[in-house]
């Protein structure tokens, strides 16, 4: 079992930046593919990011290409997405996911793929 819990989420002004945090407890980060989703109202969940830590890459959807960065701190166990140059179309719940069993050479960019989710962080960007 792998239990995530997002935090970070806000308000912010067009422009500005966050760092949203993905705690994961039960298994060890490194050891499975991740990503970060997200869902605007009345739209289907997207991926944005994905990382795949064998093999040392990073995906990103091109909306977010250049400004959002996948990271992580394996002492705790934690990954983050840092979100600069926000945008009001980044307005969104975003998820944190994991592909538990996925082969760690992939970085899986559809929701299918991935069995664990945490609850999801409200990200709000005004104009």
């Known amino acids: 079992q792998v239990q995530l819990v997002e935090s970070g989420g806000g308000l912010v002004q067009a422009g500005d930046s966050l760092r949203l945090s993905c705690e994961a407890s039960?298994?060890?980060?490194?050891?499975?593919?991740m990503g970060w989703f997200r869902q605007a109202p009345g739209k289907e969940r997207e991926f944005v990011a994905g990382i795949s830590w064998s093999i040392g890459r990073t995906l990103y959807a091109d909306s977010v290409k250049g400004r959002f960065t996948f990271s992580r701190d394996n002492a705790k166990n934690t990954v983050y997405l840092q979100m600069n140059s926000l945008k009001p179309e980044d307005t969104a719940v975003y998820y944190c996911a994991a592909a538990w069993g996925v082969s760690q050479t992939r970085i899986p960019p559809v929701e299918a793929e991935y069995n664990y989710w945490g609850q999801g962080t409200q990200v709000t960007v005004s104009s």
């Open positions: 039960g298994r060890t980060v490194s050891t499975y593919p």
